[in-house]
């Protein structure tokens, strides 16, 4: 319970003490990457505050020159701690509608390029996705968690078609990321924090141009089929 209080404590006061003074910087800079560099620090603090050693294999396979869309599964708040911690880019996120009432946080991310999206609207998520479609061929990475929400069981969901759709449309290469021990560190139906390793797996980017957009389910069985080998590799206990 300390851990995962000392673990909120933190991330929460960074957000409303730090956060502002990157916002104002940001803002006369005309550049999100202060933004990122100030989230990057803290996902590495709240991680060592947790008690969550990373494991990263892969990583070698990412071009930080390159444009990509980052597509990983999604088992815990942890997930994207991990993950800001590691990828050698400033990913933008499609991100829910509800957190644009957050105060501070809501700045911050339209200052660094989120994309916003009611997913109960069908016209303004496709409003969003236009907009991911439209910032990725401009030179933006994308990350985005395909299952849509966190595992409830441990078991990896069946990947959205909407990351695909952006795929295709946009032309960048996909970057398929396995994450696995981060359910035990804190599933979303535990508060409490459990100090462990969460491994995350890269894999080669699937490159996307010349695919029509009737390609797109065999597109998201094939990404899907491969976040989701790693996971069966460390359920028979094997090391890769």
């Known amino acids: ?13 960074l957000i409303f003490l730090l956060l502002p003074f990157l916002i104002v910087i940001a803002w006369f800079r005309r550049k999100p990457d202060i933004l990122y ?13 947790a008690g969550v050693h990373l494991q990263v294999r892969g990583l070698h396979q990412v071009d930080r020159r390159k444009t990509y869309l980052f597509v990983a599964n999604h088992q815990s708040y942890f997930d994207t ?11 933008r996120f499609i991100v ?19 994309v916003f999206i ?15 479609v439209a910032q990725l061929q401009q030179g933006e990475s994308f990350l985005v968690f395909a299952e849509g929400t966190r595992t409830r ?10 990351p695909f759709v952006i795929a295709l449309q946009s032309g960048v290469p996909i970057v398929p990321i396995t994450i696995s021990g981060s359910y035990d560190v ?30 797109r389910d065999a ?22």
């Open 1 to 13: 319970m300390l851990r995962t209080g000392l673990v909120a404590f933190v991330i929460f006061g």
């Open 37 to 49: 560099t100030g989230a990057r620090l803290a996902s590495r603090l709240g991680l060592k505050l």
């Open 81 to 91: 701690l991990a993950l800001l911690a590691t990828i050698p880019q400033d990913p």
């Open 96 to 114: 829910k509608q509800e957190l644009y009432k957050v105060p501070i946080l809501n700045i911050g991310m339209k200052l660094g390029r989120f």
């Open 118 to 132: 009611d997913r109960k609207d069908r016209g303004d998520s496709v409003r969003g996705m236009n907009q991911a």
């Open 153 to 162: 069981s441990g078991k990896m969901g069946t990947f959205k078609k909407g």
């Open 186 to 215: 804190m599933p979303p139906t535990r508060f409490l924090i459990k100090p462990g390793t969460v491994t995350l797996t890269f894999y080669p980017p699937v490159e996307t141009r010349g695919l029509a957009s009737n390609d």
């Open 219 to 240: 597109l998201r069985e094939k990404i899907q089929n491969i976040v989701a080998s790693s996971l069966v590799e460390a359920a028979e206990g094997i090391r890769t």
